[in-house]
């Protein structure tokens, strides 16, 4: 045997060497295989037969969420702890980040192990022999030089040339985007991924892992690298928020320092402010929310594999659907018959599957048996010999014995074939090439049909053949356009058969030919993205064309899904900002989509895209209260320290704040609202606006509340700063009803367990006021004067919520219109 040191994965070459140079350069035989030592060596030199996933260390995946602008402020706010050795809230604020980073982590985590889980269940197996015996084994175990065995069904585990001595049909629709089998005979190509239709061989493997077809397409998976929109909008969020806070700190130090206060004293305030600042919760309940839809998903049959993909989800408004497989059922059909001799129709598909084998599995042959109005009529006729298809004679014959004992023969094939054996082929032929040619011009394939008549034979008739729509696509399809969704099929079949299928489910024919891409001049490119912007689908696609179509998309703003099962879906998979493996989805499509289905059919997606839109709304709501709240608080304390010189509430007072506000608002990830019917997207001109006014609304509030407890009840300085204190944990915890609505409050009721998290926590909040628990008490009088105060400024800002949308938001219907949109 030779050394396994002189072999190399040289694919093109080893895949048109002659068989017995490529048995001598493999150094391996067809009769005794690699020997295990060598399989062993091989296995280590050239690695796993498996795509190799880039995976990030658990610990750095950890140490990410420490990274990033919010937690830049949370480290800012325990570093300026340290310096004032304020250690209680150092180690609040610590836990608070730590607390954050556990809890991202841990969901992301459990959504890669279900995906692991998946994946470990669909592992394959290969035939292999070793040493002159068979084993079976895993295929990732599979090394070049080895032979496998491939029977009916089996998947082509690596890139290998058969050995024949049969020709085989094989379904290579997962790498190809074709629809139909093709035929491979000794000597050819099997690649990684495809399926063995019909027949069996033996094969020699000469490429594994990367270096097969299958590899190479997953290789482009790794190119794709996109930013979720949630990122961008967290970022934009921290962001604004670390201007403010550095805007006012600066502002509060340059007075500070006019006024000639104490260094301390104004390091000391600036621990307050940054805290203040923080918007501590908001990964967390962000997180949170999307892991909680994501278990809803789940129980949907669709797995999420990447948090941040259902944000995307809800602002698809492009879908690119991959149309074998999943908007056709990858199952010939048979259409309506074409005799063309004296037999009806019913006969011709009779004397069709006559010329057929069930037991073969060939999709050709069971999609004619399939065609026979009476399965049982097959039961009265015997065959004697039965000569399957194969490359050279392009036909399938058999010889068949009827219940009257009368033997005569039938076949079935390529139509100018089996034209040429006829004796009527002169009489039917324009009438049979009419036939063929306009059903290829609506995507069908053609057999042509022939019996044995004395000696000579005679052409019956055409039948076509074609891979139908799933009996929900259509549906699926009128439903996603509801939503504001334009669906684009792409496919690697011809353009004839792209613009049937479309035409049938609804899509429009206006199909793009990919083929054209790569002819396209420089100056004709503006022309194309247009074409590829407003085309209902695309033909003759290759993997590359998949992404470059994605990536035009989304550079005119799109936000793109995308939908397969193959190995040639993979890269737009990963490229797109949803990618969505349907169910039976090779391991490729698997691992670099972000959605993974679970059971056959689209209509899950439609669920999954209102599901996502509800995750939506609750963040986007969520987002504005939080900012409006940071806002709030900001402006408070910056106004009072430099109008009045004082403090309104003490460092401890923030961090309860924080703990019990931002710990309660967890709940908003169960809360009830409507899908919106068009897609979602960050509006942060709105977001931002929204929240800015609320916050200057609840500022005008809490420096009233101060007038009144200074100037009207004549308090003192310290009990002012608990009834501050209890005013903005009260009042900002009721803004959360006043953000979760783009209409009035009371336009969708809120879920119990909000109800229940905001109202306990604000139990507890004025329970520590009343009684003084870490501050002055003020007593009960003064405690329902806040709750009274912050109930009317509630219904205050609610209406300042409605102007302000009336004003930013241009394109908003009247409320009341909103509102019956959303319950469509």
């Not at 493999?26 to 009769?31: A, C, Q």
């Not at 795509?51 to 420490?66: G, M, Q, R, V």
């Not at 890139?159 to 000597?187: F, N, Y």
């Not at 203040?276 to 997180?287: G, K, N, T, W």
Request: aromatic fraction near 8%.
């Amino acid at each position: 045997m030779a050394d396994a040191t002189s072999h190399s994965q040289k694919v093109d070459g080893l895949e048109k060497l002659d068989i017995g140079q490529l048995e001598k350069e493999l150094g391996t035989t067809p009769e005794t295989g690699l020997t295990l030592a060598e399989a062993q060596t091989r296995l280590a030199q050239y690695g796993a037969n498996e795509i190799a996933e880039k995976t990030t260390s658990p610990i750095l995946k950890f140490l990410s969420y420490f990274w990033g602008p919010i937690p830049w402020m949370i480290e800012a706010a325990a570093v300026l702890s340290a310096i004032v050795h304020h250690w209680s809230d150092f180690v609040i604020i610590i836990v608070l980040l730590l607390a954050n980073a556990i809890v991202g982590f841990w969901e992301e985590y459990q959504a890669g192990n279900a995906i692991a889980a998946l994946k470990a269940r669909l592992a394959p197996h290969a035939r292999v022999k070793r040493g002159g015996a068979w084993s079976d084994m895993a295929a990732r175990d599979l090394v070049p030089g080895d032979i496998v065995r491939l029977r009916l069904g089996d998947i082509v585990p690596a890139d290998s040339r058969s050995l024949g001595p049969d020709a085989v049909e094989v379904d290579q629709a997962a790498l190809t985007g074709e629809s139909l089998p093709v035929s491979k005979g000794e000597g050819e190509v099997l690649y990684s991924g495809a399926i063995l239709r019909q027949g069996e061989a033996d094969a020699i493997v000469y490429a594994t892992g990367g270096k097969t077809f299958f590899g190479k397409t997953a290789a482009l998976v790794e190119e794709a690298h996109t930013t979720s929109h949630f990122q961008k909008a967290v970022m934009k969020i921290g962001d604004y928020l670390i201007i403010v806070a550095i805007a006012l700190v600066t502002l509060i130090f340059a007075v500070a320092t006019f006024r000639g206060d104490e260094i301390m004293t104004t390091l000391q305030f600036a621990l307050v402010l940054t805290v203040a600042a923080i918007p501590v919760a908001m990964p967390a309940v962000l997180s949170v929310t999307m892991a909680v839809g994501a278990r809803r998903l789940a129980a949907r049959q669709a797995i999420v594999s990447r948090l941040a993909s259902i944000e995307e989800l809800a602002g698809v408004d492009v879908l690119c659907s991959d149309k074998t497989g999943t908007l056709t059922q990858n199952k010939l059909t048979l259409g309506d018959p074409v005799p063309v001799g004296g037999e009806t129709r019913d006969e011709l598909v009779l004397d069709g599957a006559l010329a057929s084998r069930a037991e073969n599995q060939d999709t050709i042959d069971m999609a004619v048996i399939a065609g026979l109005k009476d399965q049982d009529a097959l039961k009265a006729y015997s065959t004697s010999h039965y000569q399957p298809f194969d490359p050279v004679h392009k036909r399938t014959e058999a010889t068949i014995t009827d219940k009257d004992g009368k033997t005569f023969k039938v076949t079935k094939g390529a139509v100018q074939v089996v034209l040429a054996l006829s004796k009527n082929a002169a009489a039917v032929k324009d009438d049979v090439d009419k036939a063929t040619e306009a059903r290829a011009k609506r995507g069908y394939r053609a057999l042509g049909v022939a019996k044995e008549s004395g000696n000579d034979w005679e052409f019956l008739g055409v039948l076509p053949l074609y891979d139908p729509p799933r009996p929900d696509s259509k549906d699926m399809i009128a439903k996603a356009e509801e939503l504001g969704i334009d669906v684009k099929m792409v496919t690697g079949d011809q353009l004839a058969i792209a613009k049937e299928i479309a035409g049938q489910l609804g899509l429009g024919t206006d199909i793009l030919d990919a083929s054209r891409f790569g002819d396209t001049k420089a100056h004709e490119t503006a022309k194309l993205d247009h074409d590829i912007e407003t085309a209902d689908g695309f033909a003759q696609v290759f993997p590359e064309h998949k992404f470059h179509i994605i990536d035009v998309l989304q550079k005119h703003g799109h936000i793109v899904g995308m939908t397969g099962d193959g190995v040639n879906d993979a890269p737009s998979l990963k490229k797109a900002d949803c990618g969505i493996a349907v169910s039976g989805a090779t391991d490729a499509a698997r691992a670099a989509a972000a959605i993974v289905l679970l059971t056959p059919g689209l209509t899950v997606i439609v669920d999954a895209v209102k599901e996502a839109r509800k995750i939506f709304q609750r963040m986007n709501s969520y987002a504005i209260y939080r900012i409006a709240e940071t806002v709030r608080v900001l402006l408070f304390m910056t106004l009072s320290i430099l109008v009045f010189n004082f403090y309104p509430v003490t460092a401890i007072m923030i961090v309860l704040l924080a703990l019990l506000n931002d710990g309660a608002i967890l709940s908003i990830a169960y809360d009830n609202v409507r899908p919106s019917p068009k897609p979602e997207s960050w509006d942060m001109r709105l977001v931002l606006g929204v929240s800015t006014v609320l916050g200057i609304t609840g500022v005008a509030a809490s420096f009233g509340l101060f007038y009144i407890g200074e100037h009207v009840l004549h308090l003192d300085r310290e009990v002012v700063q608990t009834l501050m204190y209890l005013k903005l944990s009260v009042a900002g915890h009721f803004n959360i009803f006043v953000t979760r609505t783009r209409g009035p409050f009371w336009s969708i009721a809120p879920a119990p367990i909000l109800l229940i998290a905001v109202f306990g926590t604000q139990v507890i909040a004025t329970v520590i006021a009343i009684y003084g628990l870490l501050m002055p008490a003020i007593g009960w009088d003064l405690a329902a004067l806040v709750w009274g105060y912050a109930v009317v400024w509630f219904l205050i800002n609610d209406r300042a919520k409605l102007l302000a949308y009336r004003i930013l938001d241009h394109e908003a219907a009247p409320v009341i219109d909103q509102r019956k949109m959303a319950g469509m």
